[in-house]
């Protein structure tokens, strides 16, 4: 089991940035894909970005050119770099680690973009 701390949302009005970071434990981090999800007030939870234990990254449609995930596995964190935020993207965010039959998430943590 891996247990993943997210931190970095808050408030920002439309335009600003944001970098939000999940530190996990354990050791296999480094051999895990990690992902951070949303889940905005009455909608599922969507998928993000993605980044594999090789370094390659997916991205949604929605966070194309704005939205950067990367990973310090020397640090066992992975961070979304957030740019050109927009009120659609107010939700909680999650932090998600995928390892053969492990799938752990964080607490989550909260971004509103105001207008």
């Known amino acids: 089991q891996v247990q993943l701390v997210e931190s970095g949302g808050g408030l920002v009005q439309a335009g600003g940035s944001l970098r939000l970071s999940c530190a996990a434990s354990?050791?296999?981090?480094?051999?895990?894909?990690m992902a951070w999800y949303r889940q905005a007030p009455g909608k599922q939870r969507e998928l993000v970005a993605v980044?594999?234990?090789?370094?390659?990254?997916h991205y949604a449609d929605s966070a194309k050119g704005r939205f950067t995930i990367s990973r310090d596995n020397a640090k066992n964190t992975v961070y979304l770099q957030m740019n050109s935020l927009q009120p659609e993207d107010t939700a909680v965010y999650y932090c998600?680690?995928?390892?053969?039959?492990?799938?752990?998430w964080g607490q989550g943590t909260q971004v509103t973009v105001s207008s």
């Open positions: 354990g050791s296999i981090f480094s051999r895990s894909a």
């Open positions: 998600n680690a995928k390892f053969y039959d492990l799938n752990d």
């Open positions: 980044i594999s234990s090789g370094g390659s990254t």
